[in-house]
C-alpha cells in the first residue's frame, strides 16, 4: 500500500534511508551521511512531498518528491526485488508525469533500477554537498 507521509513515519523514513543508503551508497563518509540525516529530519521532509509504502502495515519504503524532481526513492534493503520501488515511481508518474532526478555515479543499484525504469541519463556533475559525480536523469518530457 502507499500512502502519503506524516510526521509519525519521521523515524520510520530515517530508518530506511539509513539502511538503503548504507547499501547504495558506501562510498559516503560517515560524516556526509551524519550531515545529510540532519538536513532530511530537519529540512527536507518538511518540505517534500513524501508518499510511504507499507507491508503488513510495516513502513519499508518511501518517494520524496519536490514537483517533479524526486529527491529520494529508498527501500529497506530486505524489501528490494519485490516491485516496491516500481510501485513508488508508478505512483509519483501519475501525480506528476515527467520525472527528474540525480543519482551518484557510484550508486550501481540507483542507476540500474532508473534505467530499467525507462530513466534517461542526461548531463553529469560533482554533487556540490557530497563531493561525488552523479548523473541527471529524466523520464518522460522535461
Known amino acids: 500500500m502507499i500512502r502519503p507521509y506524516t510526521s ?5 523514513v530515517l530508518s530506511i534511508w539509513r539502511d538503503a543508503s548504507a547499501l547504495a551508497h558506501p562510498f559516503l563518509s560517515a560524516e556526509a551521511t551524519d550531515q545529510a540525516e540532519v538536513m532530511i529530519r530537519d529540512h527536507f521532509l518538511d518540505i517534500a512531498e513524501t508518499y510511504m509504502a507499507t507491508v503488513d502495515d510495516r513502513s519499508v519504503g518511501f518517494i520524496s518528491l519536490l514537483d517533479h524532481e524526486v529527491g529520494g526513492l529508498f527501500l ?39 534505467q530499467q525504469y525507462g530513466f534517461t541519463a542526461g548531463k553529469e556533475s560533482m554533487s556540490p554537498f ?4 552523479e548523473i541527471r536523469m529524466h523520464f518522460g518530457k522535461c
Open 130 to 133: 557530497f563531493g561525488h559525480p
Open 8 to 12: 509519525a513515519d519521521k523515524a520510520a
Open 76 to 114: 529497506c534493503p530486505a524489501f528490494h526485488g519485490r516491485g516496491i520501488g516500481r510501485a513508488l515511481m508508478d505512483h509519483a508518474v501519475a501525480l506528476k508525469g515527467h520525472l527528474e532526478l540525480d543519482v551518484f555515479v557510484e550508486n550501481a543499484i540507483g542507476r540500474r533500477f532508473y
